[in-house]
């Protein structure tokens, strides 16, 4: 079930000189990857995801830290981009969009986007505990691999929780919402920050906000801001069928 699109958004995205889009971990999740909320299962059932997501965490035990990004890193290289992700493809070929998306999964990219904020980071990508360089060429197993310049373990090239996001990423985020005339939120629990603020800069800014979420839990309310509910996989290509005459 999803919300009916109501035609006064259709034609501000129609009307839009820039659309900026922000997308969390529920793009994803009808491609079979977990969100943040969704209890671990199976060998991680006993473990919260903040809680492996840390630089304390690959400090006291990296080898466990390592397994966890590698079975998701698996699960990642093993899932297909969704409707979702494909709709936000088409949306870009009607109206100019800055994609910024939370997600590490690179589907977005997969799926065909270009140009994608990605604020934290890319979990295909290892890197250097210490020096945070990439690393091409490293054996893939369950055993930590080390650097083959400096001998610190390495890790997937991801911002952690506490840790900085990528050089000018936040930067060109904020840029894109405070210019945006439409901005849409969607799949993201509006929790963790500076990713968070995004949407309200964009609402202080004057921009229309359109909201798509299963549900409207912890979602703002408010003039200018509009929740779509229901799967974005479901949601954005109807929005998206909406604004070019397609179904
Ligand atoms: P989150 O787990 O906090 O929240 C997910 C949100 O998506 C919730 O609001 C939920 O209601 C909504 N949702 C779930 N399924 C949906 C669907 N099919 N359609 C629409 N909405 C749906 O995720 P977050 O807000 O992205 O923040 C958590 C952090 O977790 C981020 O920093 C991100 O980097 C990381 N993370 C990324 C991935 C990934 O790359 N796929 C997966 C898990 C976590």
Known sequence: MSDPIPADLVERLRSARRVAVLTGAGVSA???IPTFRDALTGLWANFRAEELATPE??????ELVWRWYRTRRLAV???QPNAGHRALVRLAECVPVTLITQNVDGLHVRAGSREVI???GNITRVKCSREH???EEFADTDELPFCPRCGAGLRPDVVWFGELLPAGALERAQDAARAADVFLSVGTSNIVEPAASLPWIAARAG????VVNLSDEGQRAGPGIHLLRGPSGVVLPELVGALTGEE
């Open 133 to 135: 360089i990439v690393v």
């Open 30 to 32: 009808e491609s079979g």
């Open 57 to 62: 965490a690959y400090d006291r035990n990296p």
């Open 77 to 79: 290289a093993a899932a």
């Open 207 to 210: 921009a229309t906000v359109i």
């Open 118 to 120: 990605e604020l934290h």
